[in-house]
């Protein structure tokens, strides 16, 4: 897992956001990678607690730029004993996931999901109250005519409660299809997230790396 800076994301999030002769088609993705994927309902097993991210897309005919990234702590054991730590992103390039829910944007919206993303990201990660999962849903429901509802699980004694990709994936599974808005698309197959690309040229080797949150 490569960790981004904030500055590098919001630098490709506007790159990618420039004018175009033809009108481009944008969408967001968040995705739900559970602990155990034969066991969809079950939150941790052998220290793996899955994991919340998000696909930003513009297409164009010929091209496609593609962003794909998650919410981290900054160094993870701490988080185990402080609940309140140093963030940073993390590029999530080819991670498996279990489940996803996906909807357009307007050229107006991907702007400011774009900025929010940015700003967000520079919030502290707490293990109970703003993880990954938090972060993606802040992020994916910024303007969206459904918005999904944050929701807790317990976690194993003495960790508490808090968001987890089950939670993600129990609300997708339970959401009967008529209930989506025009545009969504919801998948329950496992999947494999794209690269990042930008106008056909992946960025991550050119990323600095690891930044940390400031507040």
Same mark, same amino acid.
């Given at each position: 897992?490569?960790?981004? %800076?904030? $500055?590098?994301?919001?630098?490709?999030?506007?790159?990618?956001?420039?004018?175009?002769?033809?009108?481009?088609?944008?969408?967001?993705?968040?995705?739900?990678?559970?602990?155990?994927?034969?066991?969809?309902?079950?939150?941790?097993?052998?220290?793996?607690?899955?994991?919340?991210?998000?696909?930003?897309?513009?297409?164009?005919?010929?091209?496609?730029?593609? !962003?794909?990234?998650?919410?981290?702590?900054?160094?993870?054991?701490?988080?185990?004993?402080?609940?309140?730590?140093?963030?940073?992103?993390?590029?999530?390039?080819?991670?498996?996931?279990?489940?996803?829910?996906?909807?357009?944007?307007?050229?107006?919206?991907?702007?400011?999901?774009?900025?929010?993303?940015?700003?967000?990201?520079?919030?502290?990660?707490?293990?109970?109250?703003?993880?990954?999962?938090?972060?993606?849903?802040?992020?994916?429901?910024?303007?969206?005519?459904?918005?999904?509802?944050?929701?807790?699980?317990?976690?194993? /004694?003495?960790?508490?409660?808090?968001?987890?990709?089950?939670? !993600?994936?129990?609300?997708?599974? !339970? %959401?009967?299809?008529?209930?989506?808005?025009?545009?969504?698309?919801? =998948?329950?197959?496992? $999947?494999?997230?794209?690269?990042?690309?930008?106008?056909?040229?992946? !960025? /991550? $080797?050119?990323?600095? =790396?690891? %930044?940390?949150?400031?507040?």
């Amino acid at each position: 897992m490569r960790l981004l %800076t904030t $500055a590098w994301l919001l630098c490709l999030l506007l790159t990618a956001s420039g004018s175009q002769a033809q009108p481009p088609h944008y969408s967001i993705s968040v995705c739900a990678d559970v602990p155990v994927n034969d066991q969809p309902e079950r939150v941790y097993r052998r220290r793996e607690t899955g994991h919340v991210f998000l696909i930003l897309r513009k297409q164009l005919p010929a091209d496609t730029s593609t !962003l794909v990234w998650g919410f981290y702590p900054q160094h993870p054991i701490m988080s185990l004993f402080f609940r309140k730590v140093k963030s940073s992103l993390g590029s999530n390039d080819g991670r498996w996931y279990d489940a996803s829910l996906t909807r357009p944007l307007t050229a107006a919206g991907y702007d400011s999901l774009c900025l929010l993303a940015q700003q967000l990201a520079r919030r502290r990660y707490h293990l109970n109250r703003y993880n990954c999962y938090h972060y993606a849903l802040a992020v994916f429901n910024h303007g969206a005519p459904l918005p999904i509802p944050v929701q807790s699980v317990r976690f194993p /004694l003495p960790a508490g409660r808090g968001g987890s990709p089950v939670a !993600l994936y129990r609300w997708l599974r !339970l %959401t009967p299809p008529q209930a989506w808005p025009p545009g969504y698309v919801t =998948s329950l197959q496992p $999947a494999q997230a794209p690269g990042t690309q930008l106008s056909g040229s992946s !960025l /991550l $080797a050119a990323a600095p =790396s690891s %930044t940390a949150s400031s507040q």
